[in-house]
Structures are given as structure tokens and as C-alpha cells.
């Protein structure tokens, strides 16, 4: 059942994206990499890359097969005294005819070049393939990337809302307190600076979300704009001890390493293949058909069998720059991928010290928040007893607010952290 369910949601996603993106359905983050994996362009780009990379190791297994064609020939000679001909007419003789039949080859050996060149072919497709899963794993951390920053920039904008509420609040009660000359016309000022220092906030976290989910929108490879409310994600897991142990689970598991693993290994047979041009090569051919129309110096049909030995001997040089192009090209592969292996060993280890990072913040920030609400009660309760100034109850909520928001951003920047560091670790394949 749950099965059926899933095969339904998929068909969903597949005829119905711009449904979702105007739906007022909350759209969850599975949802969202589903629909992704499905219309991203980059990733069906990949794909077909990979088809295509499939296809040339059958184009290059072909060699090992015989091919067959068949031919037509009619010729009438003009002079009727002819009897050789020099040019495409390469017949023993120019005679008028009409003749069909068949070609057969077939490669008997070229000492191991068509192996190598079939193994360096398979080794390409490996690659694709895995670039093609790097490509969907780099699609999946978009998605998430997006989805988090159009989280957190709506609850800055909620923040914000709230605050621009409170401070349009504290504003009224202060003109109507200047009104029965209870508060200073300055006390008045400062609110109404502050209130309208929020409503420019506002302002400014509205534009924030709506690119975030423009953003969204594009790494969903949607055509119209995400305006679907998003399911906000569980609690954030706490971080693994130490790096360490997703090192070796990224050294295994990171497509990127796999792809630049199989085109070394491809770099390789081909150097193979090119050095082997110099070899040999064998083949044997036949060709048989018949003459319905022919003068009489000609057969009713014709048939022969033969072998070729092709050995090359000197050809300036061709082959042996070939081979060390082919050789070189092979080891500097190797070296990038010595290289890339570090550069993985450095991408987890610095991703795992910046969601460590975000993950300390989380403790922080919430502490700050509280804070900051203490801080604010105690200032409002002094300037309502008249202890206190408008500029420190000012400052109080400008704390307040500014701690909210680092508390909103803390959340979700972890969460976009905790993506990087699972991609960089190889979990998003």
C-alpha cells in the first residue's frame, strides 16, 4: 500500500508541477527534492550525457563483429572498344553489366587495440553515470539550500512583523499619553523613528523571501514561482563527535571521486589502445553476387575469400606522439585524482567545523533571546514607573528584535550547514 502511494505521489509531481507551485498545500522537503530530481534540466542533462556515454561502448564492442553489405553496380560503356579504365572505374575490365552481391569482413586481431579501446569506452560511461549522480546529489543540496533560506527569511519576516506590531503599539500609546501630557513629545519621536525603522525592516524582509523563493523555484526547476507554504523540517540532530568518521564513508562514497576514478582508469586503456596502433592488425574478407546482365567475357556470378595483414612501419611519427599524449593525458589523471581526494578530506572537515559552528549557535542564540525578553521587560517596567528613558526602552527592543532574528537565522543556517556537510560526506547520492 505504502508503495501505491508513493507511485501516486510520483505520478503527481510528473503532471501537475505548476499545480504545486500555486497550491496553499504545504509543500514538504521530500516533496520539493522529489519535484526536482524530476524537471531540474541540469540533472536530465546528466542523464542523457550518461545514455550517450552507454551508447559509444557499444559503438566501440562493434569492432569485434563482422559487417555485411550489400552492393548494386550497373555499368554501360559509352565505346564499345573499351577495355580498361584508370580512376573510380577500377574493374579488370570496363564491360557493359548489371551485377548485385554481398561484402563480409571481419577483424580477426589487432593484438588488444579494440579491447582497450572498449575498456577506456566502459570506463567513460562509469564516469557519466557518476557525474551523473553527482549532478542529482548537487541538485538535492540546492533544494535544501533553498528551502531553508526561504524558511529562515520568513522568520525574519515574522519577527519583523512583530516588532513593527509592537512598535506601532508602543507609538499609539505614547501620542495619546503626549496628548494628556503625560509623556514627552520626544518620547514620541523616538517611538515613531522606531516604528517606522521596522516598517522599513518589513519592507526589507518581504523582498528577502521573495527572492529565496525565486531561488527555490529554480533549483526545483520549476517554471513558476513556489508560493506553496513550506512544512518547516524537525528539530536539528545533533552533530557526529568528529569528522573523522564520515571520512571514509566520503573517500567511498562521493560521486565526483568515482567519476575522476573511472576517467583515470579510461586515460589508461586508452594510452593502452594508442600505444597498440603500431601492432598488427588481421582481417579476413569475402564478397559473392550474382550477374543477370552481363557481355560474355563476364560469369553469371562471382564469389572470393582473402585475409589482409596490415603492419605499419613508418608514418612520421603519428603513432608514437599518439601514444605519448595518450600516456601523459593517463598520469596527469592520475594526479587529479590524488588531488581531489584531498580537496574531499578538506571539504568535510571544514564543513563539519562550520555546522559545528551553527550547532553551538542554536544554544546561544536562544539564550540571547531570553536575554533579551528579560531585558526588555525590566526597561519597559522602569520607564512605565518612570525610572527609565525612551531611548533605553528603544534600545531594549532593538535588542529584543535583533536577537529573534539571529535566533530564526541560527536554526536554519544549521540545517543548510547539516546539508553541506551530508554532501560533502557523500549522503545526498
Known amino acids: 500500500m505504502a508503495s501505491l502511494r508513493t507511485l501516486a505521489l510520483a505520478c503527481t509531481l510528473l503532471t501537475t508541477p505548476c499545480l504545486i507551485a500555486q497550491s496553499t498545500t504545504p509543500l514538504t522537503l521530500p516533496q520539493a527534492e ?21 551508447a559509444r561502448v557499444r559503438e566501440a564492442r562493434s569492432a569485434y563483429l563482422p559487417t555485411l553489405a550489400f552492393n548494386a553496380t550497373g555499368v554501360r560503356v559509352a565505346d564499345t572498344a573499351t577495355s580498361t579504365a584508370a580512376g573510380a572505374l577500377t574493374t579488370s575490365a570496363i564491360s557493359d553489366r548489371f551485377a548485385y552481391g554481398g561484402q563480409l569482413s571481419q577483424l580477426v586481431t589487432d593484438f588488444g587495440r579494440t579491447s582497450a579501446l572498449v575498456g577506456s569506452s566502459r570506463s567513460n560511461a562509469q564516469a557519466q553515470n557518476s557525474l551523473a549522480t553527482l549532478t542529482k546529489a548537487q541538485v538535492r543540496l540546492n533544494v535544501r539550500d533553498a528551502y531553508f533560506e526561504v524558511l529562515g527569511a520568513e522568520a525574519v519576516l515574522r519577527a519583523a512583523q512583530a516588532a513593527q506590531s509592537n512598535r506601532h503599539l508602543v507609538a499609539k500609546q505614547l501620542n495619546a499619553l503626549a496628548e494628556n501630557e503625560l509623556r514627552s513629545t520626544v518620547d514620541v519621536n523616538f517611538a515613531e523613528v ?11 524582509a518581504q523582498s528577502v523571501v521573495a527572492q529565496q523563493r525565486a531561488h527555490l523555484t529554480t533549483a526545483m526547476g520549476a517554471s513558476q514561482t513556489i508560493s506553496a507554504p513550506l512544512t518547516d ?25 568515482s567519476a575522476a576514478e573511472a576517467q583515470q582508469h579510461a586515460a589508461q586503456q586508452f594510452a593502452k589502445a594508442e600505444k597498440r596502433l603500431s601492432y598488427p592488425t588481421l582481417s579476413i574478407g569475402a564478397a559473392g553476387g550474382q550477374v543477370p546482365y552481363h557481355d560474355h567475357t563476364l560469369q553469371d556470378s562471382y564469389a572470393a575469400a582473402g585475409f589482409n595483414l ?30 581531489l581526494h584531498l580537496e574531499v ?25 531570553a536575554q533579551t525578553k528579560e531585558a526588555l521587560r525590566l526597561a519597559q517596567a522602569r520607564y512605565d514607573a518612570g525610572l527609565g528613558s525612551i531611548v533605553e526602552l528603544n534600545e531594549a527592543q532593538v535588542n529584543e528584535t535583533s536577537a529573534e532574528i539571529s535566533a530564526a537565522d541560527a536554526n536554519y543556517t544549521y540545517l543548510s550547514r547539516r546539508a ?10
Not at 562550520?354 to 542554536?362: D, H, K, M, T
Open 310 to 339: 596490415n603492419i605499419p612501419i613508418f608514418n612520421g611519427g603519428l603513432y608514437a606522439a599518439r601514444r605519448t599524449a595518450a600516456q601523459s593525458e593517463a598520469n596527469a589523471r592520475s594526479n587529479d585524482v590524488r588531488e
Open 233 to 257: 523540517p524537525s528539530a536539528p540532530e545533533a552533530l557526529p563527535p568528529d569528522p573523522d568518521g564520515l571520512q571514509a564513508n566520503a573517500q567511498t562514497q562521493r560521486a565526483d571521486l
Open 420 to 429: 553541506e556537510l551530508d554532501f560533502a560526506a557523500g549522503l545526498l547520492n
Open 194 to 204: 522606531l516604528a517606522s525603522e521596522a516598517d522599513l525592516a518589513v519592507v526589507k
Open 345 to 369: 578530506t578538506e571539504q568535510v572537515r571544514s564543513s563539519w567545523q562550520r555546522a559545528n559552528e551553527a550547532f553551538q549557535s542554536l544554544a546561544v542564540t536562544a539564550h540571547l533571546v
Open 34 to 54: 522529489a519535484i526536482a530530481l524530476t524537471n531540474q534540466p541540469r540533472l536530465l542533462a546528466a542523464q542523457q550525457r550518461s545514455l550517450a556515454a552507454a
